[in-house]
């Protein structure tokens, strides 16, 4: 168990829905970061929180959205949904440089 | 822009043997962090080793270590004694801060290791 906590793990979905993935970092993380992985494009950052606030953007589309709440977890929305949007998704947690980054399990997303 | 690079899509390793997995990376940063991640076939993302540009010794960490090499830009890992369960993708990720103390992590494409019995 890495500390970081996902939930689901797997998602089936129609397209056109929407769906909410989340993410509980590590204890005492405050920057989360969520990632995308696909065959095609690796992985990819999507966007980064810390403490809060929104501190960097990636290859995030704008049907994407995520916030991070005031216990630090985080949530990651993803609408209007597409065959391509079919991937594992990543959070990660962080303090800084310290131990490295520690992914969570990921939500394998599927859509149908 | 900063970019990792790995040029192995695949490798194998007879069991019990060491193996190196190359990684050059691309900044003009001084400062950065250097990562190694391994994702077995169940997917999830296992943290390996670590290495700060400003590390004068190469980072270690039981049967990893990372040969650093600052002025090729290159952070190879290598894995000694390789065991059947060390087959599974292995990433190559830089760090580095952006604006102010904003850290970025940017991943290589993988190189998938087979180890043969």
């Known amino acids: 168990d890495s500390g970081v906590t996902q939930t689901p793990k797997h998602l089936i979905t129609a397209t056109g829905q929407r769906v909410t993935l989340r993410c509980s970092p590590r204890?005492?993380?405050?920057?989360v970061y969520w990632y995308q992985q696909s065959l095609d494009q690796g992985l990819q950052f999507l966007i980064q929180?810390?403490?809060?606030?929104?501190?960097a953007k990636g290859n995030i589309l704008e049907r994407f959205s995520a916030q991070q709440f005031p216990d630090l977890h985080s949530e990651l929305n993803l609408s209007s949904l597409e065959l391509g949007d079919s991937a594992l998704y990543f959070c990660?947690?962080?303090?800084?440089?310290?131990?490295?980054?520690?992914f969570g399990s990921g939500t394998r997303l599927t859509v149908v | 822009a900063q970019k990792i690079t790995q040029t192995q899509p695949g490798m194998f390793v007879q069991e019990k043997e060491a193996v190196t997995l190359d990684c050059t990376y691309d900044?003009?940063?001084?400062?950065?962090?250097l990562f190694w991640y391994k994702q077995p076939s169940s997917g999830e993302m296992i943290f390996l080793i670590y290495?700060?540009?400003?590390?004068?010794q190469n980072a270690t960490e039981g049967r990893y270590s990372l040969n650093f090499q600052k002025a090729r830009k290159s952070a190879n890992l290598v894995i000694s004694a390789s065991q059947l369960g060390d087959s599974a993708m292995y990433f190559c990720?830089?760090?580095?801060?952006?604006?102010?103390?904003?850290?970025?992590?940017?991943f290589g494409k993988g190189t998938l290791l087979t180890v043969n019995p």
């Open positions: 990660a947690s962080s303090v800084f440089l310290q131990g490295g980054y520690t």
């Open positions: 204890s005492g993380d405050l920057s």
């Open positions: 929180y810390y403490n809060g606030e929104e501190r």
């Open positions: 900044t003009s940063d001084q400062s950065y962090g």
């Open positions: 290495q700060g540009s400003y590390d004068e």
């Open positions: 990720a830089m760090s580095w801060v952006s604006g102010g103390s904003n850290y970025k992590l940017t």
